[in-house]
């Protein structure tokens, strides 16, 4: 069964908006729905105006007969403060799920956006993470607590209704301008855990938006890793980027080098950020292979090679109006792949 | 990238740029050139010296082929350093390169310091995977080292044996760091799966740290095999069980205390007391010269068993016996053969 009527939470984030993008050629009718304005224009898309906080959700799925949503607004990490975090993570989550429930509810399809944070990083933890190795005793107060409540609503909510398949993707981190790792890998210095050279695996901003795609257009119920092929480290995703490591930050006692972190500089380290950096986690995403038949186009290593390539280019201008910031977006894509051609 | 046609080369070929010399203060162009072909004369002196040397004396006082290792540990070095983020390290995080340009340095302790004498290393299979189970001894994992030095410089094949740690030291600061770049896994049943089925060489101590943190008065007995989970791993993998007994280990650090208290304050599994440790502090951490000897057995082959057989937990212990007395046999043997413990 193809959807037809899609709603997509959380389509004002860049990666809902490539959502989007993707899907109105796929979809009769798509429905967008965030705090914000949307940065970009996609004129196939009724936009609405809703927070997943509030319980209008139910009543927005009920009037605009949505079969399939595509529930993106998850923050992993943000410049709020972490209680936003869990508002929009869990109480937002709890709010979706309400109103796609019921013997009233038309949605027969639910797509969640979860992340590679609900396992935390760990020294003790075993190479390769597949999807059961959830560990249940996280600290409080924490992106990981937050995504692991999450999808136990998630799940809970699955057991409950047998008329919605609910798939849940647990993306991998993702290096651009806009994401926390990001920045702080593209800094001339970056400080370092001392001692420590992890193993990162990411995932490239096209296929985070390619699986929820996939996920949306077929029916794979379940929970599915997706992060590229191959690992790159620490030191050597610093010296692509043109960077410095910089051993200075002590390997125990993590939360002072965060404190430190955004006094002095200008990166907020979240927690599950720090472990991530300090011991590496790695996810083993051969059951999105084996349901999905399709993998992540780009492995670890070309995703940091294309961070590196799109750091070459100019920056864009700040989105004036949308058709504006489509077209510099569209101009700069030009560019890279002119360059990537030329190289 | 890859340029598979002349013709691709061509079209992405650049002019040699022509730099101009740098300007400032430079030495004279005959200090330059001595500067340049000083390691080459010292090299031409040093083996012209040997050569007389011998004659003299008419024995060999400077071998020049430990002369040429070392040149080539160094020249190895600078190479490494030059490859800057162009190399790929598989999932764990093993670099091989520079893992084989190390082991020349542990080559030279396993020959000159130690004097490890192997016996049977042509029971370790060149192709495919096997388990390879040893006793654990010494407060550091040397003989770990030792085992997989001898794998791979006595062996016909060369291979890279890839060793199980507990998870607790994955989490240490250097150590993680390090154990991850030499290939080392965690000790968890999914990695282990994980090795064998990608057809390597894993190398297991069941002891654990009860067996490296055992007094001097207890050497050379053998602790309890874990739960087994060796076996069973084995056995749903298909791979058979090579059982090494390794002799020399329990005389590098003679342990006659161990300070519980310190060891719980630093998270470690044993705080050691030696002769020399922490009495002398640093240098009291170098190992006693033992002789060794290390025998790789013959192969416990488990092919015949169904995978379902692991789950059978009397058959299972049963061969973690058989393993445990195929190696302390093993270890009377070679205690045997040695005629000292410093000869």
């Known amino acids: 069964m193809t959807p037809s009527r899609v709603l997509v939470t959380g389509v004002s984030n860049p990666l809902g908006a490539e959502v989007a993008r993707r899907l109105t050629a796929q979809v009769p009718r798509l429905f967008g729905c965030d705090v914000a304005d949307p940065v970009s224009a996609i004129e196939d898309m009724d936009f609405v105006h809703a927070d997943t906080r509030l319980s209008v959700i139910g009543k927005l799925v009920r009037q605009l007969r949505i079969d399939t949503v595509v529930h993106l607004a998850v923050l992993v990490e943000s410049r ?48 390769f993470f597949s999807e059961e190795m959830i560990n249940w005793d996280r600290p409080v107060g924490d992106v990981t607590r937050d995504l692991l409540e999450m999808e136990q609503l998630v799940s809970e909510f699955a057991l409950r209704t047998n008329q919605c398949d609910v798939t849940v993707l647990r993306l991998g981190y993702r290096v651009s301008e806009d994401t926390c790792l990001g920045r702080y890998l593209s800094l001339p210095i970056v400080p370092v855990f001392a001692g420590f050279d992890p193993r990162l695996q990411l995932l490239h901003e096209d296929d985070a938006a390619e699986a929820i795609v996939r996920a949306t257009l077929g029916r794979h119920p379940g929970a599915f890793n997706v992060a590229g092929e191959g690992v790159v480290l620490l030191s050597q995703a610093i010296d692509i980027m043109g960077g410095r490591p910089a051993p200075v930050l002590p390997p125990y006692w993590r939360w002072l080098s965060r404190l430190g972190l955004r006094t002095l500089g200008r990166v907020d380290l979240p927690r599950h950020l720090a472990d991530f950096l300090s011991f590496g986690s790695v996810m083993d995403c051969s059951r999105l292979e084996q349901e999905f038949r399709w993998r992540p186009a780009y492995s670890s290593r070309q995703t940091m090679d294309s961070l590196a390539l799109g750091k070459t280019v100019e920056a864009i201008e700040p989105p004036s109006p949308p058709q504006e910031y489509e077209l510099q977006k569209f101009l700069q894509q030009r560019r890279r792949r002119a360059l990537r051609l030329s190289n | ?242 059982p090494i007994s390794v002799v020399g280990s329990e005389e590098i650090y003679p342990m006659i205390g161990d300070l519980g208290p310190v060891a719980r304050f630093f998270g470690l599994p044993y705080f050691p007391v030696t002769p020399f440790w922490p009495w002398l502090g640093p240098p009291g951490m170098i190992p006693l010269p033992s002789k060794w000897r290390i025998q790789f057995h013959e192969p416990i082959d488990l092919s015949d068993l169904a995978p379902k057989a692991a789950e059978d937990q009397h058959l299972v212990m049963s061969l973690a016996d058989e393993v445990r007395e195929v190696i302390q046999r093993g270890i009377y043997d070679n205690l045997k053969r040695r005629r000292g413990v410093f000869l």
């Open chain 2, 1 to 242: 990238m890859i340029e598979a046609t002349p013709r691709e080369r061509r079209r992405n070929s650049k002019k040699a740029e022509i730099v101009a010399p740098r300007q400032g203060f430079r030495l004279p162009r005959s200090v330059r050139r001595l500067q340049r072909q000083a390691p080459m004369y010292a090299l031409q002196g040093l083996s012209s010296l040997s050569t007389r040397l011998r004659d003299i004396t008419g024995r060999e006082v400077i071998d020049m082929r430990r002369v040429m290792e070392v040149i080539q540990f160094i020249y190895q070095q600078r190479e490494l350093a030059r490859r800057g983020p162009n190399y790929a390290v598989d999932d764990y995080g093993f670099d091989p390169e520079w893992t084989e340009s190390f082991l020349t340095v542990f080559k030279t302790i396993y020959r000159d310091y130690w004097r490890v004498e192997t016996t049977g290393v042509e029971n370790v299979p060149a192709t495919g995977r096997a388990l390879l189970v040893a006793n654990h001894a010494g407060v550091l994992p040397w003989d770990g080292t030792m085992i997989k030095t001898a794998v791979f410089s006595e062996h016909p094949h060369p291979r890279h044996v890839r060793a199980l740690v507990a998870s607790q030291f994955m989490g240490m600061p250097v150590m993680s760091w390090f154990l991850r770049r030499t290939g080392q896994a965690v000790g968890h049943p999914d990695d282990t799966r994980r090795l064998l089925e990608r057809d390597q060489l894993v190398l297991v101590f069941p002891e654990g740290t009860r067996g490296t943190g055992k007094s001097f008065k207890d050497r050379y007995r053998l602790r309890r095999f874990g739960r087994g989970g060796f076996v069973a791993t084995a056995i749903r993998a298909g791979a058979p069980i090579i």
């Open chain 1, 80 to 127: 709020h403060d972490e209680r936003a975090v869990h508002e929009t993570d869990v109480i937002g989550t709890m709010n979706v799920l309400v109103g796609c429930s019921g013997p009233s509810s038309p949605v027969r399809h639910l797509v969640v956006k979860s992340s590679q944070a609900i396992y935390g990083a760990g020294g003790g933890d075993p190479s």
